[in-house]
């Protein structure tokens, strides 16, 4: 089974920064798009960033300006640079990979998240 594992999440008080990765491990053929999402206790899960295989990024409304998003190919990782941070941007952020396991087969798969928290 593919396996994506977040790390990075912490405490950091507004206007901080942190660097979330999440490396895809197992038996993959190829990745496509990766992106990020969040979700806070009682709401949905909403969209932070996608990111092409060809590096294309899309943005959330809320974080456009403020976070980053890339990935490393070659190491099966996305990142997630994370500026200016507000408290709203406190949340459980996961990470998302369309991965082709074999030819007949593609799926999203979602890490387990990594939390994070905005305060003073």
């Known amino acids: 089974q593919v396996h994506l594992e977040e790390s990075g999440g912490g405490l950091v008080q507004p206007g901080g920064s942190l660097r979330l990765s999440c490396k895809a491990s197992g038996i993959i053929l190829s990745i496509g798009v990766m992106g990020w999402y969040r979700q806070a206790p009682g709401k949905e899960r909403d969209l932070v960033a996608t990111i092409a295989s060809s590096g294309t990024p899309n943005y959330g409304d809320s974080v456009k300006g403020r976070f980053t998003i890339s990935r490393d190919n070659a190491k099966n990782t996305a990142y997630l640079q994370m500026n200016s941070l507000k408290p709203e941007d406190t949340a459980v952020y996961y990470c998302?990979?369309?991965?082709?396991?074999?030819?007949?087969?593609?799926?999203?798969?979602w890490g387990q998240g990594t939390q994070v928290t905005v305060s003073s």
């Open positions: 998302n990979a369309r991965i082709r396991r074999w030819t007949q087969e593609v799926n999203d798969y």
